[in-house]
């Protein structure tokens, strides 16, 4: 073996109920004594227990999908305005991704209280849109000092948003098993989460309300995303990017309608990747494959199927295409063409059977 692994840095604190005490403990251990909290409306009823443990000095609502570059510019500014000396975020990858915005320019430390699966929080990558292009890029700064994750938070995650935002989650394992650095340590850890997310989505498909079924799926997550953070954005995440900004697609259902296009690309030609994701999937890996595994996961839950679905034109396929194959890491598994690059958008474009 030869390779080099780097583990970042970051306290994780599993607390089922107890985020508001939790929370202001991290608080307390990072020095934070006036805090920038940062939900949306939507996360009103979830921040406001945290907010009355916490020193908040300023209460922060304007969070948008992929972070437009002018929104991350209002709240850093609402940041210094106040003086703040730390980040509370509470919501999801577009919640902690604002908290990530304004840390990158502050330096200020985050703790990050997920509410779906998105993984954002235990990772250093950043990301901010302008215009129609979404760049994404890699600074400490940005990671999280503290993780807080309660199981509770998320038992009123509509259905639909929990599947989408597991298969997000899923992605990430995914991706980690062929990113550009991606090592023995990250498929291992990679292959745990995709086992952990194939058995507590399903719990938390039939049981919305299950912790246990959550915190398997946040520890599927939470694996999922220190793999991606190591091995970096391969195939997946590069066409989910270009489309996410090119068309504002929501972010969540753009990466599980496209995950079993990319994976039933890639798998022929990484073997003992397709062999770790059959077996952590429950299949026997001398009868079934990796796409069949996910496919029979994804029919179970009812996954999103088409990119049209969520609003990408048809004609968005021809113009994707350059910005994505530019984006695509050389040693993609399967090398990349226009040609078949076309056929894979138009798949997932249309929803119709993998081939």
């Known amino acids: 073996m030869r390779f080099t692994h780097r583990t970042l840095p970051q306290r994780v604190v599993f607390a089922a109920g107890g985020s508001p005490a939790a929370v202001a403990a991290e608080v307390e251990a990072h020095g934070g004594t006036k805090v920038m909290l940062i939900a949306s ?24 999908m992929h972070v437009p570059v002018e929104v991350a510019e209002r709240a850093r ?10 980040l509370v975020s509470v919501g999801g990858g577009s919640t902690t991704g604002l908290a990530k915005a304004v840390a990158m320019t502050t330096g200020l430390p985050i703790v990050a209280v997920p509410t779906t ?33 309660d199981a509770t938070l998320l038992t009123t995650l509509p259905g639909g948003m929990t599947v989408a935002s597991g298969l997000n989650a899923m992605a990430h394992c995914v991706d980690s098993m062929w990113g550009p650095r991606a ?26 309300t299950s912790v246990q079924g959550i915190e398997q799926t946040l520890y599927g997550a939470y694996l999922a995303a220190v793999a991606f953070a190591s091995a970096g954005s ?25 995950l079993p296009y990319v994976l039933a690309f890639n798998a022929p030609h990484a073997p003992e990747a397709e062999a770790r994701i059959t077996q952590a999937l429950g299949m026997d890996s001398g009868t079934r494959t990796a796409s069949a595994g996910l496919a029979a996961l994804r029919e179970l839950l009812g996954a999103p199927r088409a990119l049209r679905d969520y609003g990408m034109p048809e004609d968005g396929i021809a113009k994707a295409l350059a910005p994505i194959i530019k984006a695509i890491p050389a040693d993609n598994p399967t090398p990349v063409t226009h040609a078949n690059l076309t056929l894979l958008l138009r798949a997932a474009w249309s929803g119709e059977p993998i081939s």
């Open 41 to 64: 409306d939507r996360e009103k009823e979830l921040a406001d227990p945290i907010a009355k443990e916490i020193p908040v000095a300023l209460r922060h609502e304007e969070v948008v």
């Open 77 to 86: 500014r609402a940041a210094a305005d106040a003086g703040t000396d730390i």
């Open 117 to 149: 699966y998105a993984g954002s929080e235990a990772t250093n990558v950043w990301g901010l849109t302008e215009g129609e292009t979404k760049t994404t890029g890699v600074d400490d700064k940005v990671l999280p000092a503290s993780v807080v994750y």
């Open 183 to 208: 090592d023995p340590l990250d498929r291992a850890l990679a292959q745990e989460g995709i086992r952990a997310l194939a058995n507590g989505l399903p719990a938390v498909a039939v049981d919305s």
């Open 234 to 258: 391969g195939m997946h995440h590069k066409i989910c990017h270009v489309l996410g900004g090119m068309f504002n697609l929501p972010h969540a259902q753009t990466h599980a309608v496209v």
